[in-house]
């Protein structure tokens, strides 16, 4: 094959696109109560830890990576990078570009399987002074904050669709990824939730 | 009904989806008699009171509890991995 047949049609395309559109949306009225952040071009990864290899790993991902591993329930993300629990044995690695992961399976080669997420799951950060609110609509789990806090993480379903969610702040913000499939189902769900408080669709080039 | 998952905390039922009888065990194929291999396939208690049973949590943390229910009332007394339950059964069987 010669060299300019190697040039690729294929271009990165965002798990929102055609679905989310940047700007006001909903209730026009004053201030818009909630925010979202599309999280285009992040990196993420489930580590799956091997059996009986958790605290090998745990030092590793210190070591190398400066991660702490969250216990059962809970998130460890620093700025745009870090863990969260998402079963037993089981993390989400985050980062802000999937290049940024670049290393981890390697570094964690026996201890724990490492698998690509970035094109799988849809992310979006929800905020603003509604956010709690809105996403009240969906999750049958409690988000007052005297049950779930920031470093607080779920596996749950909003609207009948498998979500991760991961409290950020205590502004608060919410992280929240559904699989890229259901990215279409989950907006209309959000759309929804989200019109009476007014919404704000913004950034899709990384956060 | 809410379940209180080991991993998760207290969870909408309709996160799990249930097995039946955690009590069970397989007998040996190779050893068992017809009728007892019956027994553990199709005859089951229905029990009104304390019951051991088997919950999935696939919403959730994808792991399987091992729920001890009230049928008569649905209160939850104990919410284990079902792991644990497991490997302490064979550990049990060991000793």
Not at chain 1, 167 to 181: F, G, I, K, M
Not at chain 1, 194 to 204: K, L, N, P, Q
Not at chain 2, 29 to 46: K, Q, S, T
Request: glycine share 10%; proline share 3%.
């Amino acid at each position: 094959m010669s060299e300019g047949m190697t040039t690729s049609a294929w271009r990165p395309r965002s798990a929102w696109a055609g679905v989310a559109r940047a700007g006001r949306h909903g209730r026009l009225q004053g201030e818009a109560g909630v925010r979202l952040t599309l999280g285009d071009g992040m990196g993420l990864a489930t580590l799956i830890a091997a059996d009986g290899q958790e605290t090998a790993l745990r030092q590793i991902l210190t070591d190398r990576f400066g991660w702490s591993l969250p216990e059962p329930g809970g998130a460890n993300v620093v700025g745009e990078r870090g863990l969260v629990w998402s079963a037993p044995g089981q993390w989400l690695a985050i980062a802000e570009t999937r290049h940024a992961l670049d290393g981890l399976a390697e570094a964690v080669r026996g201890l724990a399987a490492v698998t690509d997420q970035s094109d799988a799951r849809a992310l979006v950060r929800v905020s603003g002074p509604c956010a709690r609110m809105a996403l009240s609509k969906g999750l049958t789990i409690d988000l007052h904050p005297s049950a779930f806090r920031t470093g607080q993480s779920a596996v749950t379903s909003i609207a009948h669709i498998g979500a991760q969610i991961w409290q950020r702040n205590e502004a608060p913000a919410y992280d929240l990824t559904v699989a890229r499939s259901f990215a279409d189902s989950f907006w209309s769900w959000l759309d929804h939730a989200a019109a009476e408080f007014g919404y704000e669709v913004v950034g899709t080039s990384g956060h | 009904m809410r379940i209180r998952c080991s991993h998760c905390g207290e969870r909408d039922n309709g996160e799990f989806s249930y097995l039946g009888d955690a009590t069970l065990a397989r007998p040996d194929g190779m050893e068992a008699d017809a009728a007892a291999m019956y027994d553990y396939v199709y005859l089951r208690d229905n029990l009104a009171g304390e019951h051991r049973e088997l919950w999935y949590h696939g919403a959730g943390c994808r792991a399987w509890l091992v729920v001890t229910r009230d049928t008569r009332t649905h209160t939850i007394s104990d919410v284990s991995p079902a792991r644990d339950v497991a490997r302490t059964r064979r550990t049990g069987e060991a000793a």
